[in-house]
């Protein structure tokens, strides 16, 4: 893969920073720093990073809402460095506009393997879109057709537009809302129920072993996942 134009890395601790920039070294061709979260969001404004490391102890602003302002700025990659793992904060920071989350302390390896893959990620999803493969099956987004071993499997739209929703996003976590969000729109009621019928029903169809599923992955508390394999 080529390395990224730039990196941004918004931290407030320079031994965190040091760190990073050494894991990311062969992985971007520069990698700015900011220390506030002020200063992160001018970078994100005039430097346009391929992807942000943000922390989320910043002793200006609160983590998160600068993950949001990000997020309403560039359409960049973001991995959230956090000391706490809470499931709630992980659908918080998910909601928030977070692409993926490392826990303190890391292994610098970990984290650089996670920057090259949300990298691929964003340069797949700005390409034409392609057959997926998962598993076995064949999603075709252009056709919106999907097949197992040359047999087309008939979707409804709702279960297609899970399955189109969690292909998207590249084997992203998205929350319970993220993907309401995205299917049912403005629609209310409570996300887990609405999914958990359908997820049920898309799984019968499209996993070998609906039991063990290894297309539509379930993370307990926060959300699904697509297990896709390139």
């Known amino acids: 893969m080529d390395k990224a134009a730039s990196i941004l890395i918004i931290d407030d601790e ?11 070294r062969e992985v971007a061709d520069r990698i700015g720093e900011a220390a506030t979260g002020a200063e992160g969001l001018d970078a994100a404004t005039s430097e ?7 922390d989320l102890g910043l002793p200006d602003t609160a983590g998160v809402d600068v993950c ?10 973001i991995i959230v460095l956090s000391a706490r793992h809470s499931e ?7 909601n928030a506009g977070a692409d993926d989350y490392v826990t303190k302390p890391f292994s610098v390896l970990e984290l650089a393997a996670r920057a ?3 990298l ?6 700005a390409a034409a879109p392609s057959p997926v493969t998962l598993h076995g099956l064949t999603i075709d987004p252009v ?44 629609q209310f009621g409570s996300p887990q129920q ?12 499209i996993e070998s072993d609906p039991a063990s599923p290894r297309i539509v992955i379930t993370e307990p508390g926060v959300g699904y996942r697509a297990d896709v394999v390139r």
């Open 14 to 24: 320079p031994q965190i920073r040091v760190a990073v920039r050494d894991a990311l």
């Open 48 to 54: 346009r990073p391929e992807l942000v490391i943000l």
């Open 68 to 77: 949001r302002e990000l997020r309403r700025l560039l359409a960049s990659p």
């Open 88 to 94: 709630d904060e992980k659908v918080l920071l998910l």
């Open 116 to 118: 090259r893959a949300q």
């Open 120 to 125: 691929r990620r964003a340069r797949s999803s």
């Open 143 to 186: 056709t919106r057709r999907v097949d197992r071993e040359g047999r087309q499997i008939h979707l409804t739209p709702i279960e297609w537009q899970i399955l189109h929703t969690l292909v998207g996003a590249g084997g992203r976590t998205l929350t319970h809302q993220q993907i309401f969000d995205a299917v049912w729109s403005r």
């Open 194 to 205: 609405y999914l958990r019928v359908h997820i049920t029903n898309l799984r019968r169809k």
